[in-house]
């Protein structure tokens, strides 16, 4: 558990030890003008990208992903 409400409900969860896993309780593409929303995004895709190169051999873009606190979306 990685974030929780004032009344305790779990909000977010990792997995450790895994490359990228994470589930949260609410809506980030909806909340894309805050950095911890563009973030999540960005390190999703970031980690997408990688995976479908090591995969498939394809050239990495990760161009291609939102960028962390810019207003570059998908």
């Known amino acids: 558990v990685i974030a929780t409400a004032?009344?305790?409900l779990i909000e977010a969860v990792e997995l450790p030890g895994e490359p990228f896993f994470v589930?949260?309780?609410w809506h980030p593409e909806w909340l894309l003008e805050h950095a911890h929303a563009r973030a999540l995004f960005s390190a999703f895709c970031?980690?997408?990208?990688?995976?479908?190169?090591n995969r498939d051999g394809i050239a990495l873009h990760t161009s291609t992903c939102p960028q962390s606190g810019t207003d570059r979306y998908f």
């Open 23 to 25: 589930g949260v309780q």
């Open 6 to 8: 004032p009344d305790g």
């Open 46 to 53: 970031q980690v997408a990208v990688q995976y479908q190169h």
